[in-house]
């Protein structure tokens, strides 16, 4: 059965919709991540920055070094994270066959939505008008008979742009030419060992005999297949996360575990939000250290399904107590795992030893609703809305604004 692929991809999402909020900044180079002499990344620029050669993931030292002038921000994920939901309520519209491989950026096959919409151009057409009247940021939408051709489809007319690839000769056609890391996965790794070997561009790829790729395994025979056109991977549902994790990097190393645990504090209620918002709890906390030294390390503590901010913090506050640092910490992290879309605990038949402890579960009780309060407030208001006495003291020592 042939199938239709429309590949959904924002145009520098984060930093349009800085732009959206605040027109001033439209035409800037505008960088999102750290801020000049922090520790950090750019998370993602505005095409004007990408001018200069900046580009995510790259340090913002050399940022800085490549766009002294441009307009610097921290990014602010709860605002994205809307945007994102915003986005993917339009395209559930039209399928449900959706895979949704970031905030910014989903798969679709809508092979049966043909007969309720249209052909693909008119749904293309229309997912980019409603995206922009409602959300107020432009997308670039590809077309295509497969996943690789979708992507590659959606990214050949940035920003803003609409390409359809109907068939594997025009795919092949249009990438012929064109270096190998074109194809679906092949990084930077895989292309050093290609060229090594006097392959460079997709026409290489092809006209070189299977059995010179047998030091790749099977992945010599799938880039090939991939090269000739020849994608069968499906659009796979998303399904709800694994973990949900989130981390802090210190801008000057640090020694002290007490300047941690605030950390972690704060972290703890970051990862209780989410949970909350997605309606998991979980059964497993783990802290992560990364040293000086760039190594790092887990520890992990498993027990009830938890969701609140305090038992959160409770585990890993036990599992740092019994670390002893061997250098100097650069970087904390929380994460909670082990999901699931219920607290059990919640339904356990009191044993006789609960009943007589009733004064330490009317205890537990008054601290979940507290819990649950801050989070109402949060989801209403904004996470900065409403902080516990002690989050609000270590929030003045610690400036916290990033975001994973």
């Given at each position: 059965?042939?199938?239709?692929?429309?590949?959904?991809?924002?145009?520098?999402?984060?930093?349009?919709?800085e732009?959206?909020?605040n027109?001033?900044?439209?035409?800037?180079?505008?960088?999102?991540?750290?801020?000049?002499?922090?520790?950090?990344v750019?998370?993602?620029?505005?095409?004007?920055?990408?001018?200069?050669?900046?580009?995510s993931?790259?340090?913002?030292?050399?940022?800085?070094r490549?766009?002294?002038?441009?307009i610097?921000?921290?990014?602010?994920?709860?605002k994205?994270?809307?945007?994102?939901?915003?986005?993917?309520?339009?395209?559930?519209?039209?399928?449900?066959?959706?895979?949704?491989?970031?905030?910014?950026?989903?798969?679709?096959?809508?092979?049966?939505?043909l007969?309720?919409?249209?052909?693909?151009?008119q749904?293309?057409?229309?997912l980019?008008?409603?995206?922009?009247?409602?959300?107020?940021?432009?997308?670039?939408?590809?077309?295509?008979?497969?996943?690789?051709?979708?992507k590659l489809?959606?990214?050949?007319?940035?920003?803003?742009g609409?390409?359809?690839?109907?068939?594997?000769?025009?795919?092949?056609?249009?990438?012929?030419k064109r270096?190998v890391?074109?194809?679906?996965?092949?990084?930077?790794?895989?292309?050093?060992?290609?060229?090594?070997?006097?392959?460079?561009?997709?026409?290489?790829?092809i006209?070189?005999?299977p059995?010179?790729?047998?030091s790749?395994?099977?992945v010599?025979?799938?880039?090939?297949?991939?090269?000739?056109?020849?994608?069968?991977?499906?659009?796979?549902?998303?399904?709800?996360s694994?973990?949900?994790?989130r981390?802090?990097?210190?801008?000057e190393?640090?020694?002290?575990?007490?300047i941690?645990?605030?950390?972690l504090?704060l972290?703890?209620r970051?990862?209780?939000?989410?949970?909350k918002?997605?309606?998991?709890w979980?059964?497993?906390?783990?802290?992560?250290?990364?040293?000086?030294?760039?190594q790092?390390?887990?520890?992990?503590?498993t027990?009830?399904?938890i969701?609140?901010a305090?038992?959160?913090?409770a585990?890993?506050?036990?599992l740092?107590?019994?670390?002893?640092?061997?250098?100097?910490v650069?970087?904390?992290?929380?994460?909670?795992?082990n999901l699931?879309?219920?607290?059990?605990?919640?339904?356990?038949?009191?044993?006789?030893?609960?009943?007589?402890?009733?004064?330490?579960?009317?205890?537990?009780?008054?601290?979940?609703?507290?819990d649950?309060?801050?989070?109402?407030?949060?989801?209403?208001?904004?996470?900065?809305?409403?902080?516990?006495?002690?989050?609000?003291?270590?929030?003045?020592k610690?400036?916290?604004?990033?975001?994973?």
């Amino acid at each position: 059965m042939n199938r239709t692929i429309i590949h959904v991809d924002m145009d520098a999402f984060f930093a349009s919709i800085e732009v959206r909020d605040n027109p001033k900044l439209s035409g800037k180079p505008l960088i999102i991540g750290a801020l000049p002499g922090e520790r950090g990344v750019v998370s993602t620029c505005s095409y004007e920055a990408r001018k200069y050669g900046i580009h995510s993931a790259m340090s913002i030292a050399e940022a800085y070094r490549r766009c002294p002038h441009g307009i610097y921000m921290h990014g602010d994920m709860r605002k994205y994270e809307k945007a994102s939901d915003e986005i993917h309520k339009i395209m559930l519209r039209f399928t449900d066959m959706i895979e949704f491989v970031a905030l910014d950026e989903g798969y679709m096959d809508v092979t049966s939505s043909l007969r309720l919409f249209g052909s693909a151009e008119q749904i293309g057409k229309q997912l980019k008008e409603e995206i922009f009247k409602k959300v107020g940021v432009t997308c670039s939408v590809g077309i295509s008979y497969c996943m690789m051709g979708a992507k590659l489809a959606s990214e050949e007319k940035k920003p803003d742009g609409f390409f359809v690839i109907p068939d594997k000769e025009a795919l092949t056609a249009l990438i012929r030419k064109r270096p190998v890391g074109v194809i679906y996965g092949i990084g930077m790794k895989t292309q050093e060992k290609l060229k090594s070997m006097g392959i460079e561009t997709v026409e290489d790829l092809i006209e070189t005999p299977p059995e010179k790729l047998k030091s790749f395994g099977a992945v010599g025979r799938e880039m090939l297949d991939l090269a000739m056109g020849n994608d069968d991977r499906r659009v796979i549902p998303a399904t709800v996360s694994k973990s949900i994790g989130r981390e802090y990097t210190f801008q000057e190393n640090i020694t002290e575990k007490s300047i941690m645990e605030e950390t972690l504090l704060l972290l703890c209620r970051d990862v209780s939000l989410r949970a909350k918002r997605q309606g998991q709890w979980g059964r497993t906390v783990t802290l992560k250290i990364k040293f000086s030294n760039m190594q790092s390390i887990t520890r992990s503590k498993t027990g009830d399904a938890i969701n609140s901010a305090k038992e959160i913090f409770a585990r890993v506050k036990e599992l740092l107590k019994d670390e002893r640092l061997k250098a100097s910490v650069r970087l904390v992290g929380v994460t909670l795992g082990n999901l699931q879309n219920s607290c059990e605990d919640k339904c356990k038949q009191l044993s006789l030893f609960d009943e007589l402890d009733k004064s330490e579960n009317a205890a537990k009780e008054k601290a979940r609703a507290l819990d649950d309060t801050i989070f109402e407030l949060h989801t209403k208001y904004g996470r900065n809305i409403l902080k516990t006495g002690k989050e609000l003291e270590v929030h003045k020592k610690i400036i916290n604004t990033e975001e994973d």
